[in-house]
């Protein structure tokens, strides 16, 4: 239902509408309230829709103006509450910028630096002291057969390290005799059916061996091997490099004993006046080494009448024990970040 109004009072009407209307908007802080006021100036109850509604009781010429006026209005209404809008929005977005934002005005906190791990540092020494003694690095696979890591190197059927007291085997469906390797020791045979002689090598690598876990034993540890083979290499040959290569590694003043024993080299870990490391005697087993037995260069082909040849394999888990004075080889495999952090000068 409409009630009669004049031209004047329509147009009158109009005109506080707008004024009362565009201050409402303005006013507004939120969305809610923006939607509030646009009911209030839009809506089937507010005064600018009852001007519309009696529209068709003015005359022609009246209901032009005033239905001109009317357009006029509107238009401005929706443009302020448009704008208005807008801008509620865009306070809307930089406050959660505002929230979200990171102070980069100070300095920023540091990523701690990495370092090399005390084994890797010692495994690029070794290489290091003998690439410069004229040998080259190989290295081959962890996962062996027996024929590669005893047979061929002249192990016995019955030898003690082929039980399970000391070597891990796999059972592998489809394949007989695969173990991991106990020593890189197999790569003398690989590099040897390979090439003819000279042979100048060195293999660093990882060996397992069903050891109790101590201060200065591992499951799982690092062997360099090395082999020398040519004409005329004689048992000098092979002490002289040892004493080379561990003097360079550990210091001039290093002492360095060879006894005629299965693993025939052992190096002072504590300058000789014992530690929980070397139980107490002042030495720790290093190395095993000596002259490469006949039937091992017959077994790739090479005439032992004619060549002969050193080979060596030495646990560089313990010669960083020594090279750091690391007392526990645990602490070459815990990660503990305390103990790595020491060596990031090294490294």
């Not at 004047?8 to 109009?14: I, K, Y």
């Not at 069903?210 to 004689?234: S, Y």
Request: charged residues 25%.
């Amino acid at each position: 239902m409409s009630i009669p109004i004049s031209a004047d009072e329509a147009l009158r009407t109009l005109g506080e509408e707008l004024t009362g209307g565009l201050e409402l908007i303005a006013a507004a802080t939120s969305v809610a309230e923006l939607e509030a006021a646009e009911v209030a100036m839009l809506g089937r109850k507010s005064r600018f829709s009852s001007v519309q509604r009696a529209l068709g009781s003015l005359s022609e010429e009246d209901r032009r103006t005033v239905g001109r006026r009317t357009n006029e209005v509107r238009d401005a209404f929706r443009a302020a509450l448009a704008a208005r809008r807008a801008e509620l929005d865009a306070g809307r977005e930089a406050r959660l910028l505002e929230a979200d934002r990171i102070d980069v005005t100070l300095p920023g906190r540091r990523l701690r630096p990495g370092s090399l791990h005390p084994l890797t540092i010692v495994q690029y020494e070794i290489v290091d002291i003998f690439t410069r003694m004229g040998y080259r690095v190989v290295e081959g696979p962890e996962v062996e057969t027996e024929w590669y890591n005893f047979d061929a190197l002249n192990f016995a059927p019955d030898h003690p390290a082929r039980t399970l007291m000391d070597t891990i085997y796999l059972d592998v469906p489809g394949e007989s005799g695969l173990l991991l390797r106990t020593h890189t020791s197999p790569m003398q045979i690989r590099t040897m059916e390979a090439q003819p002689p000279p042979v100048h090598v060195v293999v660093p690598g990882r060996v397992y061996r069903n050891e109790e876990i101590t201060a200065k034993n591992m499951p799982v540890f690092h062997q360099v091997e090395g082999l020398a083979v040519d004409e005329g290499i004689a048992f000098s040959d092979l002490k002289g490099t040892v004493e080379t290569f561990f003097r360079a590694l550990l210091g001039p003043e290093r002492e360095v004993r060879l006894t005629p024993s299965f693993f025939p080299f052992v190096e002072p870990v504590c300058g000789g006046k014992g530690c929980r490391t070397c139980a107490a005697t002042g030495w720790i087993e290093i190395m095993g080494a000596g002259m490469v037995h006949p039937k091992v260069l017959q077994n790739v082909g090479y005439d032992p009448e004619r060549y002969t040849g050193f080979a060596f394999g030495m646990g560089y888990d313990r010669l960083a024990m020594i090279r750091f004075g690391i007392p526990d080889i645990r602490l070459l495999w815990e990660s503990d970040a305390r103990f790595l952090e020491q060596f990031q000068a090294v490294g």
